[in-house]
């Protein structure tokens, strides 16, 4: 594919594009173009975030389709924003203060995956395990190549190259993977050692997002290190009903609120599940506390990974 950008001064007299590496080089005719080979530079980037995003959403939906349990899907990742506060009912806490947005553990899922729930065992609000996926080298490259811009027009070549072999689709001499060599189980994405640091436990109760994407509150996404659109793995399960919790607030003043014990208990009512080792906030009035689960005892484990505390008299410790 071929792309030619004519200016008044004819600064830039070609840009070129090979669709196939994303390639391009820029002739040039004056330094004066500095401004514009930045622009040049910037559409290209952008263009080829695009490109590379539609790639891993049909990544995703192709192994979606060969993964051996419905209950069991890929999905791109997002933070939940306050555009989402506007489609939802506000709550209110019992001294009148308004629930923060991000102080839960609910996700939005796809419309299809409610049909993997209730196909299944499973009861409202829906419990998941979120696994942070390394997804194999091979198969995709989620890190985007970046953009390289040489000012310097010394060079008797005077083009501007930017080249990347990070991606299979984009390495020179190979063809991308055939739709049977990709993984279709969770092991294959899931390294067993990595399950117990880099899993959190979550719940939801809406699906209206877009196919193969999920949106997660602000500090899921911390306690996973997940950036934007990287792809993680969400898992229908039942869990344990939790006997005791016990809390480690980060921040020391927190210790000088009032009635810590029942505050604690009244925020946590927004939660489904816990994670052990995780870090969840609760907001009291404009500040937003950050406590880290230290212990989880189930009825049928004690420290136990993960843990349900919907509709349950829940034991809590704050050390």
């Known amino acids: ?47 080829k975030q695009s490109y590379l995003r539609a790639k891993r959403e049909l990544f995703v939906d192709d192994v979606n389709k060969r993964l051996d349990k419905k209950e069991i899907k890929l999905f791109i990742v997002l933070e939940q924003s306050e555009l989402f506060k506007r489609c939802n009912n506000v709550h209110y806490n019992d001294d009148g203060s308004e629930v923060n947005f991000s102080d839960n553990d609910k996700v939005l899922l796809p ?34 190549p ?74 899921i996404m911390n306690n ?15 869990l344990d009903d939790c006997t005791n919790v016990e809390l480690k607030c980060l921040e020391k003043e927190f210790y000088q609120t009032n009635d810590i014990k029942k505050v604690l208990e009244e925020r946590l009512k927004y939660y489904s599940t816990l994670t052990l080792n995780s870090v969840i906030p609760i907001t009291i009035g404009d500040v937003t506390f950050n406590f880290k689960v230290v212990r989880l005892d189930t009825t049928n484990q004690r420290n136990a990974p993960f843990a349900s505390i919907q509709d349950i008299d829940l034991n809590v410790k704050l050390l």
């Open 1 to 47: 594919m071929a792309c030619v950008i004519l200016t008044q001064s004819h600064i830039v007299q070609s840009l070129k594009i090979d669709h196939a590496r994303f390639v391009y080089s820029a002739s040039l005719q004056a330094p004066s173009c500095n401004f514009l080979l930045k622009f040049v530079n910037k559409l290209i980037g952008v263009s």
């Open 146 to 219: 970046e953009l390289l811009l040489s000012t310097d027009l010394s060079k008797s070549s005077r083009n501007l190259v930017s080249n990347s072999s990070e991606s299979l689709m984009e390495t020179k001499g190979k063809d991308p993977p055939n739709i049977d060599s990709f993984p279709n189980t969770a092991q294959e994405f899931i390294p067993s050692s990595d399950i117990s640091n880099e899993c959190v436990s979550c719940s939801a109760i809406e699906f209206r997002t877009d196919e193969n994407y999920v949106y997660v509150p602000k500090w």
């Open 224 to 238: 996973l290190k997940l950036k934007p659109f990287d792809v993680v793995l969400v898992e229908l399960i039942k």
């Open 111 to 144: 419309v299809s995956f409610f049909e993997c729930c209730k196909s299944g065992n499973y009861n409202v609000p829906f419990q998941l395990l979120i696994h942070k996926v390394h997804v194999p080298e091979p198969y995709y490259s989620s890190k985007p």
